[in-house]
C-alpha cells in the first residue's frame, strides 16, 4: 500500500501542484514573519545591549504615558545637577548628563524636512564620547558652542547635507539655527532615526529651555561593581524620586517598546498567512475530492485485491502529508526569501539590517511543518473518509464518490443550526450596550457565519446559478446551457471552488463598509463640529511648538485664532473608579472655531480657571453631575480639584475631548501641566479677508514648518481619510492574496474537471462543437462559479459590515454607508477572475485529440 501511495503521489503530481502552491503561500508567510521579527528582535537586543549605560537616572514615571494617536509634546526632566551627586557614589566612575529628545523637526535652507519618512523619529541630543556610544565621528568635528552640529550619515547622504551646511532645529522651546561641522557613522544597526548632536548647553537651552535640565543621568560602574550593586548604591542615595534601570533593563525596556512594532508587522504577515490557509483548505478538499472521484476504479481495485477502509483512508492520508511535506519545504525557503525582501524594504525606509545576520531558530521550521502538513491533513481527511467507504463493488462499476446527487439534508441542517447561531451572535452585537462585549458577539457571529456559509453553500447553487447563467442560453445558445448546467452538475464542487474567492471577498466587504462608515461619521461630525475657516496641524497629528500658534496670529488677515493642546490625567470618579485618560485644553474663544453641543452649561464656564467639561454620557456612566469636584492627577505628580461645569452632548470624539469628552480652558491645563505643545491651532479670517488670500498668506508664513500643514474643512477630511486609508490598504491586500489562491481553485477545479470529463469533451468535438465554441463553455462555467463566489461573498461582507458599524456606533460613528464603487469593482473583477482562471484549462481541452478522448478509460 505504501508503494501503491507513493507511486499514485508521482503520477498525480501534477493535479497536485496548484495545491502545493496554496499550502507554499500559507507557510511562506508564517516563516517569513517568524524569520523577520527573530532577526530584528536579536539585532536590536545586541544593540541596546552595546550601548546601554551600566545604570541610568531617569524621571519617575507616573503612570501617565503620552497618547500616541494625540500626545503632548511634554518632555519628562530631572535636574542637571544631579550628576554631580551621584558622581560621588562609591562605585560611580563617571556621571554624564542627557539632553535628548525625539519630537523634534530638522529642517535643511530649502526648508525641507531632515529625517525619516518611515515614522522613525529624528532624534536631537548632547554628545559626549563614550565606549558605548552607537556612533562614532568619522568627519569633521564635534560641536562646540551654539550654533554647530553633527548628523548622522545615513540622513546625511540622504538628504544631501555636506559639512557646512546649515540646518534649522525647530523644537519644543522653539527653532535655532546651526551649522553642520562633523559628520557621525553608525558603529551597530542603523535603526532608521536621524540623529542630530549638540554640545551639552546649546542641547539643554534649545532642546528643554533649561539649561539646568536633563533628560537622564547616564552612569558608568567603576571596574568590580556590578549594575545591579551600582544601582543599589545610588538608590540609597536617591531614595524613590527617580526610576532607576540596570543596562539589562534598559535594553528590555527598549526590546518592549520595539515589540509593539514588531507586532505590527508580524500579525500582518500572520494575518494574511490565515487568509492563504484559510482558502488553501478549501482548494486542497477540493483537489482530493475530485482525485479521489477520478481513481475511483484504482481504489475499487485495491479494495478488491484486499486492502481495507483503514489501508484506503491512511493511503490518501499519507499522499497529503507528503504534499504538506514538500508544500512547507518549499514554503520554508520561500519564507526565509520573503524575510530577505522585507529586510530590504526596512532597507530603503532606512532601517538598515543585514540579511547576512537572518535569524532561523527552531520554532521556525516546526511552525512551518505544523501549519503546512497539519492543512492538508485536516483538508484531506473528509476526501479520505469518503474514499474508504466506497465499496469494491461500487468502485468497479465507476460509481463517483464525490457527491453527485448525494442529498444534502445532512448540510441543510448543520448549515441552519450554526446560521442561526450566528444570527444570534450578531443580534446580540447589534443590541450590546458596551464596546467589548459588541466586539466579542461580533468575533463570534463572524465566525459561524462563515461556517455557516460554507456548510450551506452547496445548496445555494442551484437557485443562484439559475439567476446569474440565466441568460446564458439566449446570449450563447447551446454553449451557454451547456455552461450553466456544468456549473449545476455537482453543488459541493462548485460550492467548495466558489468558498476559496467567497472567503476574501467577505472579509472586504465588511471591511470596506466599516471604513466606509467611519469616513462617513467623521465627515458628518467635522461638518457639525468645526466652525473653523482652517486648521493648522500635523499630518500624522504630532505636537508642534508654540512659534507656529505665534507666526499664524502674526499673519495678516487672521481673526480669531485658538490653539489646542493635550494631556494625559487621572481622574477619581464618584463611583469609584480611577480612569486614565487624554483630556485637551482651549483658549476661551472656543465657540468661534468648533460648534459644541452642551446638555447643561456652556463654553465660558468649561474654560474657567479649575473647571472641567465632559461627555454626558460618560458622566451618567460614573455618577458624575454639574458640580461635582473630581481629584485630578497629572503628570510628573501634579493634583488639583477640579469641578465639573459643563457636560456635551458631541455624539463622537472629533468635538472637544476624546474619552469621555474631557477638555478645560488652556490656562487650567498649563497650570498643572506645563511645557506642552500645540496639536492643533483654529484660524477664522478676519472680516474682509477672503479665504483663499488667507489661507496662501497662512501657507507662506508656515513655509519653515514643514510638518504642520493648513486644512480647511474639506483638507481636515481628507487628512482624516488619509488615516482611515491605511486600513483598506491592509484589506486591498488581503483581498489580492485571497484572488490569487482563489484563482489557483478555479483554475485546478476546471483542470481537473476537464480530465474528468475527457470522454464527454470527446464526444462534444465529435459531434461538431468547435474548439472556439469549447473554450466558451469553460469560460462562461468559470464566470458563473466566481461570480456566484463574489455574491456571495458581498451578501456575508455586507451583514458583517453592518455589524461592525453597530460596534462604531458605540464610540459615536453612527452613520452608515455602503462602498458602492468597491462593490461593483468586486463584481466586475469576479468576472475577469473567471476568465483569467480558464484561460489554460479552456486550451488545454480545446486541444484534445477526438479520438483519444473518446478512447479515455
Known amino acids: ?51 546601554a549605560a551600566d545604570v541610568v537616572v531617569a524621571p519617575k514615571d507616573d503612570g501617565l504615558d503620552d497618547d500616541q494617536s494625540l500626545p503632548s509634546g511634554r518632555t519628562p526632566t530631572l535636574p542637571a545637577d544631579l550628576a554631580r551627586r551621584v558622581e560621588a557614589v562609591d562605585g560611580v566612575a563617571a556621571a554624564h548628563v542627557d539632553a535628548s529628545v525625539e519630537n523634534v523637526t530638522v529642517v535643511d535652507r530649502d526648508n525641507d524636512a531632515v529625517g525619516p519618512t518611515s515614522g522613525a523619529p529624528t532624534v536631537a541630543a548632547n554628545w559626549y564620547r563614550t565606549d558605548r556610544s552607537p556612533v562614532e565621528l568619522t568627519e569633521g568635528r564635534q560641536p562646540r558652542g551654539p550654533g554647530e552640529a553633527m548628523l548622522d550619515a545615513d540622513t ?55 539649561r539646568d535640565a536633563a533628560t537622564g543621568i547616564s552612569l558608568d560602574a567603576a571596574p568590580g561593581v556590578s549594575d545591579a550593586e551600582l544601582k543599589r548604591r545610588v538608590a540609597a542615595e536617591l531614595g524613590t524620586a527617580y526610576d532607576l534601570k540596570t543596562a539589562d533593563e534598559q535594553a528590555e525596556s527598549a526590546a518592549d517598546e520595539l515589540g ?83 529586510i530590504e524594504l526596512m532597507g530603503l525606509l532606512g532601517m538598515n539590517l543585514k540579511s547576512t545576520e537572518m535569524v532561523l531558530g527552531w520554532p521556525t521550521p516546526v511552525a512551518s511543518y505544523v501549519v503546512g502538513v497539519g492543512v492538508t491533513f485536516v483538508a484531506a481527511y473528509l476526501p479520505a473518509r469518503r474514499a474508504a467507504q466506497v465499496s469494491p463493488m461500487a468502485a468497479l462499476a465507476d460509481a463517483e464518490v464525490a457527491g453527485v446527487g448525494r ?25 450590546a450596550s458596551s464596546t467589548q462585549a459588541a466586539a466579542s458577539a461580533l468575533g463570534l457571529g463572524v465566525v459561524l457565519t462563515l461556517i455557516a456559509t460554507v456548510v450551506a453553500g452547496p445548496l445555494l447553487v442551484r437557485p443562484v446559478i ?39 471577498l467577505a472579509l472586504v466587504g465588511g471591511l470596506s463598509v466599516a471604513s466606509a462608515s467611519m469616513t462617513e461619521s467623521f465627515d458628518e461630525q467635522i461638518d457639525r463640529t468645526l466652525g473653523a475657516d482652517f486648521v493648522v496641524a500635523s499630518n500624522s497629528f504630532q505636537a508642534f511648538p508654540g512659534e507656529v500658534y505665534e507666526k499664524v496670529r502674526a499673519t495678516d488677515g487672521v481673526g480669531v485664532v485658538v490653539r489646542q493642546r493635550s494631556t494625559r490625567l487621572s481622574v477619581r470618579l464618584p463611583d469609584g473608579e480611577r480612569d486614565a485618560a487624554t483630556a485637551l485644553g482651549y483658549e476661551r474663544r472656543l465657540d468661534d472655531v468648533v460648534n459644541t453641543t452642551y446638555a447643561q452649561g456652556g463654553s465660558a464656564r468649561a474654560l474657567a480657571p479649575g473647571n472641567l467639561a465632559m461627555d454626558e454620557e460618560y458622566a451618567k456612566e460614573h455618577g458624575v453631575r454639574v458640580g461635582s469636584v473630581l481629584p485630578v492627577r497629572f503628570p510628573r505628580g501634579r493634583t488639583a480639584q477640579l469641578t465639573v461645569t459643563a457636560l456635551t452632548d458631541q455624539e463622537g470624539a472629533t468635538g472637544p475631548g476624546l474619552e469621555g469628552g474631557l477638555f478645560m480652558g488652556l490656562g487650567t491645563l498649563e497650570k498643572y501641566a506645563p511645557g506642552g505643545q500645540d496639536s492643533a491651532v483654529y484660524v477664522n479670517a478676519a472680516p474682509g479677508t477672503g479665504a483663499d488670500a488667507l489661507r496662501d498668506r497662512l501657507e507662506r508664513a508656515l513655509d519653515p514648518y514643514p510638518q504642520v500643514q493648513v486644512n480647511d474643512k474639506a483638507g481636515y477630511k481628507k487628512l482624516i481619510r488619509e488615516q482611515i486609508a491605511v486600513l483598506l490598504y491592509l484589506v486591498y491586500a488581503l483581498l489580492g492574496l485571497a484572488i490569487v489562491i482563489a484563482v489557483l481553485g478555479v483554475v485546478n477545479t476546471l483542470a481537473l474537471s476537464v480530465v474528468e470529463r475527457t470522454r464527454e469533451v470527446g464526444l462534444l468535438r465529435a459531434i461538431g462543437l468547435a474548439r472556439r465554441q469549447l473554450r466558451r463553455m469553460i469560460r462562461l462555467e468559470s464566470v458563473v462559479i466566481a461570480v456566484f463566489g463574489a455574491v456571495l461573498g458581498l451578501a456575508l461582507g455586507l451583514v458583517w459590515g453592518v455589524s461592525m458599524q453597530q460596534v462604531l456606533q458605540l464610540q459615536g460613528l453612527t452613520a452608515f454607508a455602503v462602498p458602492w464603487s468597491t462593490v461593483v469593482t468586486v463584481v466586475v473583477g469576479s468576472v475577469v477572475v473567471g476568465i483569467v482562471a480558464a484561460l489554460l484549462p479552456a486550451l488545454r481541452a480545446s486541444r484534445m485529440n477526438v479520438l483519444e478522448a473518446i478512447a479515455h478509460e
Do not use: W
Not at 481513481?295 to 485485491?305: D, K
Not at 451547456?482 to 464542487?493: E, I, K, T, V
Open 260 to 342: 509593539g512594532f514588531l507586532d505590527v508587522i508580524k500579525y500582518v504577515m500572520l494575518g494574511f498567512a490565515g487568509v492563504a490557509v484559510l482558502v488553501g483548505v478549501f482548494l486542497i478538499v477540493n483537489t482530493f475530492s475530485m482525485l479521489i472521484a477520478q481513481r475511483t476504479r484504482e481504489l475499487g481495485l485495491l479494495r478488491a485485491l484486499g486492502a481495507d477502509r483503514r489501508q484506503v483512508r491512511r493511503s490518501v492520508l499519507i499522499e497529503a502529508v507528503l504534499l504538506g511535506l514538500v508544500g512547507s519545504t518549499l514554503g520554508l525557503a520561500t519564507g526565509i526569501g520573503l524575510a530577505a525582501g522585507l
Open 466 to 504: 439559475r439567476v446569474l447563467g440565466g441568460a446564458f442560453p439566449a446570449v450563447f445558445g447551446s454553449v451557454g446551457r451547456m455552461s450553466q448546467r456544468n456549473a449545476l452538475r455537482n453543488p459541493r464542487r462548485t460550492g467548495a471552488t466558489a468558498a476559496a474567492l467567497m472567503v476574501g
Open 1 to 51: 500500500m505504501f508503494k501503491a501511495t507513493l507511486r499514485s503521489f508521482l503520477a498525480h503530481k501534477g493535479r497536485l501542484a496548484l495545491s502545493a502552491l496554496a499550502v507554499i503561500l500559507s507557510v511562506a508567510f508564517v516563516a517569513g514573519s517568524l524569520i523577520f521579527s527573530d532577526t530584528v528582535n536579536r539585532t536590536f537586543d545586541r544593540l541596546f545591549a552595546s550601548t
Open 156 to 210: 546625511a547622504d540622504r538628504k544631501g547635507v555636506e559639512i557646512g551646511d546649515p540646518l534649522t532645529v525647530i523644537a519644543a522651546p522653539g527653532s535655532f539655527k546651526v551649522r553642520v561641522v562633523g559628520i557621525v557613522t553608525f558603529t551597530t544597526t542603523n535603526p532608521g532615526a536621524a540623529l542630530v548632536f549638540l554640545d551639552t548647553p546649546t542641547a539643554q537651552a534649545g532642546l528643554l529651555g533649561d
Open 407 to 431: 442529498p444534502l439534508r445532512a448540510r441543510a441542517a448543520v448549515g441552519a443550526v450554526v446560521a442561526g447561531a450566528g444570527a444570534a451572535a450578531l443580534v446580540a452585537c447589534a443590541s
